[in-house]
């Protein structure tokens, strides 16, 4: 399958830079920049959801490449962070934390990006496994889920943060709570010890990139617990959008904590599920693709 543009920080490889290109994408008249090459890249593949109810057939355009495409990244767990009394086995089977929301999530993401703007997005997600050679730095778009219960391994660390740092954005959804925070900054503060996470004033261009938003107005809701009448898990009541930047300002980590954008993204027709949550996900998940792709 043909693969996406890529943003130009990314462009230099260990043992030469002809495998990644430029990309230019933003809403409106912005000009989608044309691939320039073709490389081998791993393929799509489908794995097992964490969640049954998130396993969903493919699009009938899953084949068509876009040039851009919802990277997903995937990881080993670690059981001591996190809620989860099920999603034990082989991270690289799926059915893990790594895969909450997916693949459903992501496929209603590249939905709402394909009806909000103008970016030519694909249908389908593109799982990313670090340990894949170079792969990683040929998408320059990631989520992560339930990052609380990551374990990378010290090459996945190292990986990751030479994406981050050529250019990549990495997007951080679906945990809450103290217990969780701890484990995602465990294996944060391995990636880059010596940059701080930052809570992200309310007139940061990624709140204002296509939407003016203000982070302070309402909490994206995590659908389990609303079944329970809150809109969170454990202490995660209080909404907060951090954020880890490069030595220019760039936001090459977004932090939704306390927030659940994958479950808006998949359950935003659902009466149930509270409206202003769902436009508050839409709506920041639209405003993170085109920051990461114009900055």
């Given at each position: 399958m043909k693969k996406p543009s890529i943003?130009?920080?990314?462009?230099?490889?260990?043992?030469?830079?002809?495998?990644?290109?430029?990309?230019?994408?933003?809403?409106?008249?912005?000009?989608?920049?044309?691939?320039?090459?073709v490389y081998a890249a791993r393929e799509?593949?489908?794995y097992r959801s964490l969640e049954a109810q998130a396993d969903v057939e493919l699009p009938p355009d899953y084949q068509v490449p876009g040039?851009?495409?919802?990277?997903?990244l995937m990881y080993p767990s670690n059981p001591n962070f996190g809620f989860f009394r099920f999603?034990?086995?082989?991270?690289?089977?799926?059915?893990?934390?790594?895969?909450?929301?997916?693949?459903?999530?992501?496929?209603?993401?590249?939905?709402i990006l394909r009806r909000l703007t103008k970016i030519?997005?694909?249908?389908?997600?593109?799982?990313i496994n670090l340990d894949d050679d170079d792969d990683a730095f040929d998408w320059p778009f990631m989520m992560v889920g339930l990052p609380g219960m990551?374990?990378?391994?010290?090459?996945?660390?190292?990986?990751?943060?030479?994406?981050?740092l050529r250019g990549g954005f990495l997007l951080c959804d679906s945990f809450f709570g103290s217990r969780e925070w701890e484990?995602?900054?465990?294996?944060?503060?391995?990636?880059?010890?010596?940059?701080?996470?930052v809570d992200l004033a309310p007139d940061h261009p990624v709140f204002h990139t296509v939407y003016d938003l203000d982070p302070r107005t309402s909490q994206v809701p995590n659908w389990n617990a609303l079944q329970g009448g809150v809109p969170y898990r454990a202490d995660g009541a209080v909404p907060h959008w951090r954020a880890i930047v490069d030595d220019t300002g760039r936001v090459m980590v977004m932090i939704a904590f306390n927030n659940d954008m994958g479950d808006s993204w998949q359950w935003a027709d659902d009466p149930d599920y509270p409206q202003a949550g769902a436009k508050l996900g839409m709506q920041m998940g639209v405003n993170f693709a085109v920051y990461a792709l114009t900055h």
């Open positions: 943003a130009g920080r990314l462009r230099r490889r260990a043992g030469g830079g002809g495998r990644l290109r430029s990309v230019a994408i933003a809403l409106g008249a912005l000009i989608i920049a044309i691939p320039t090459g799509f593949r489908v040039e851009f495409v919802v990277g997903r999603g034990s086995g082989n991270w690289l089977d799926g059915g893990t934390p790594w895969a909450v929301d997916y693949p459903r999530g992501d496929r209603r993401y590249a939905a030519n997005v694909r249908s389908v997600e593109q799982p990551w374990d990378l391994t010290d090459d996945q660390v190292q990986k990751l943060r030479e994406y981050l484990g995602f900054t465990e294996g944060m503060r391995r990636v880059f010890p010596d940059r701080p996470i």
